[in-house]
T-cell receptor
Framework: AQKITQTQPGMFVQEKEAVTLDCTYD???????LFWYKQPSSGEMIFLIY??????QNATEGRYSLNFQKARKSANLVISASQLGDSAMYFC????????????FGKGTMLLVSP | GAGVSQTPSNKVTEKGKYVELRCDPI?????LYWYRQSLGQGPEFLIY????????DSGLPNDRFFAVRPEGSVSTLKIQRTERGDSAVYLC??????????FGEGSWLTVV
């Protein structure tokens, strides 16, 4: 079984600052995929970034980067230069076999960006 | 459209009634997923289709829930004898050849 833990129910950050959203996971699989999704108030889950368990380099997508520490089983999301539009719920998720299967989600972190 | 489309966006139904929720995935995506999201929680897996067949239906909570994808494209999630505890957002997602799963905006179901 896989489990995702997001310990921060809410985070506050000022515009233009960087913020780190925490995610730890538990799995017995050797091969797995890690994802971050953003869910604004509209409800749609928007894909942000993906990290495969065998990827040696941390994934980056624009202002998003994933700080992958395999030994610690953590996959924190770093958002640089926060914008007001980044205010949303953020979910960490994982799947077995590097992403070709179902996703297990954490409970999410609400991020609020202030001017 | 270019994304995953779900209808209806909102549905209010009486306890005991039958409900159908429709999902139109991204064109060409062979994998289709249904998730359920309760208030304050992350999405929970219900069922996964690869083509027309259900590759994994282990997340369906009981036999009141059923889903079909007869032609390998559009899928319908069917809920019989609805209960108040079924109230949630039902999210559909699809995946193509890559590893990214794309979600729709969900169908908000309220059982009164």
């Amino acid at each position: 079984a896989q489990k995702i833990t997001q310990t921060q129910p809410g985070m506050f950050v000022q515009e233009k600052e960087a913020v780190t959203l925490d995610c730890t996971y538990d799995t017995s699989d050797q091969s797995y995929g890690l994802f971050w999704y953003k869910q604004p108030s509209s409800g749609e889950m928007i894909f942000l970034i993906y990290q495969g368990s065998y990827d040696e380099q941390n994934a980056t997508e624009g202002r998003y980067s994933l700080n992958f520490q395999k030994a610690r089983k953590s996959a924190n999301l770093v958002i640089s230069a926060s914008q007001l539009g980044d205010s949303a719920m953020y979910f960490c998720a994982m799947s077995p076999d590097s992403g070709y299967s179902t996703l297990t989600f954490g409970k999410g972190t609400m991020l609020l960006v202030s001017p | 459209g270019a994304g995953v489309s779900q209808t209806p966006s909102n549905k209010v139904t009486e306890k005991g009634k039958y409900v159908e929720l429709r999902c139109d995935p991204i064109s060409g995506h062979t994998a289709l997923y249904w998730y359920r999201q309760s208030l304050g929680q992350g999405p929970e897996f219900l069922i996964y289709f690869q083509g027309t067949g259900a590759a994994d239906d282990s997340g369906l909570p009981n036999d009141r829930f059923f889903a079909v994808r007869p032609e390998g494209s559009v899928s319908t999630l069917k809920i019989q004898r609805t209960e108040r505890g079924d109230s949630a957002v039902y999210l559909c997602a699809s995946r193509g050849s890559g590893n990214t799963i794309y979600f729709g905006e969900g169908s908000w179901l309220t059982v009164v």
